[in-house]
T-cell receptor, first 114, second 111 residues
Framework: GAVVSQHPSWVICKSGTSVKIECRSLDFQATTMFWYRQFPKQSLMLMATSNEGSKATYEQGVEKDKFLINHASLTLSTLTVTSAHPEDSSFYIC??????????FGPGTRLTVT | GIQVEQSPPDLILQEGANSTLRCNFSDSVNNLQWFHQNPWGQLINLFYIPSGTKQNGRLSATTVATERYSLLYISSSQTTDSGVYFCAVERGGTSGSRLTFGEGTQLTVNP
């Protein structure tokens, strides 16, 4: 099946610094990728839709200047958390629509801001 | 937007038991997927099932699109089946449309 990878799998950073998370579709091209956030014991919440070659579409309430998304190629989307604060600590998951309409998810990135 | 409700929220089983998880959705959908989130957070695709019935080993799923619900059946449960099961639906008409997730069912299978 289609495989999506994320890097890093976990990261610890200091408050005020920026962190970049990469999402790659390994064996298929993805014109659209999605970024989700998940807090402990909660469901996934969509943050933004990343479109190759164009600006991302952010969900209501998501700060686009804090969560920068770049989709530079058909296999790579990046999420940069700028000026991170402890409340940004969460589990970030990306997904991509594979062949057909099925979505495939990366393994997630656990971000801890100290 | 579309609402997705899953039941039960929590389920505890003894190994070997069968179970049924339900997903109700509030509007017509083009896509419905079931996922299992393992203890490390990885979402594993179980079924892509906007309508009809599918089976994969001990798991099967049925979606009745006209009545806006889907069921996930787990037979002869094993401890490795533990985790959170999510139903997610998509309303858009293109492959790049967003998924809306339910709140999940936390399944615990005891030995």
């Amino acid at each position: 099946g289609a495989v999506v990878s994320q890097h890093p799998s976990w990261v610890i950073c200091k408050s005020g610094t920026s962190v970049k998370i990469e999402c790659r579709s390994l064996d298929f091209q993805a014109t659209t990728m999605f970024w989700y956030r998940q807090f402990p014991k909660q469901s996934l919440m969509l943050m933004a839709t990343s479109n190759e070659g164009s600006k991302a579409t952010y969900e209501q309430g998501v700060e686009k200047d804090k969560f920068l998304i770049n989709h530079a190629s058909l296999t790579l989307s990046t999420l940069t958390v700028t000026s991170a604060h402890p409340e940004d600590s969460s589990f970030y998951i990306c997904s991509a629509t594979g062949p057909g309409w099925e979505q495939y998810f990366g393994p997630g990135t656990r971000l801890t801001v100290t | 937007g579309i609402q997705v409700e899953q039941s039960p929220p929590d389920l505890i089983l003894q190994e070997g038991a069968n179970s049924t998880l339900r997903c109700n959705f509030s509007d017509s959908v083009n896509n419905l997927q079931w996922f299992h989130q393992n203890p490390w957070g990885q979402l594993i695709n179980l079924f892509y099932i906007p309508s009809g019935t599918k089976q994969n080993g001990r798991l099967s799923a049925t979606t009745v699109a006209t009545e806006r619900y889907s069921l996930l059946y787990i037979s002869s449960s094993q401890t490795t089946d533990s985790g959170v099961y999510f139903c997610a639906v998509e309303r858009g008409g293109t492959s790049g449309s967003r998924l809306t997730f339910g709140e999940g069912t936390q399944l615990t299978v005891n030995p």
